[in-house]
């Protein structure tokens, strides 16, 4: 209520605050990538991979660009003797 009155959070509405879960897997996600987790781990429970996932994807406009481009290369490999993809 004293965070509402100082015009913070919006009237009715309250932060809920970020689970264990999330924390623990943007954690990892910040220092792992996903398949070493998978590697290193043999059991990962369902619900903390898809966590783990969705940490481990970028944040900023520019990564996500980066990681988004096309493969102009791929093109060459089925054109390639021997490289047919079927």
Do not use: H
Not at 29 to 38: G, T
């Amino acid at each position: 209520a004293a965070a509402a009155a100082l015009g913070l959070l919006p009237l009715g509405k309250t932060q809920s605050p970020e689970s264990l879960l999330d924390i623990a897997a943007r954690k990892v996600a910040e220092k792992w990538p996903f398949q070493r987790v998978e590697e290193r781990f043999e059991r990962i429970p369902e619900p903390v991979q898809r966590r783990i996932v969705y940490w481990s994807f970028p944040r900023s406009e520019r990564e996500i660009c980066m990681y988004s481009s096309f493969n102009i290369g791929a093109e060459d490999l089925a054109t390639a003797p021997g490289g047919a993809v079927a």
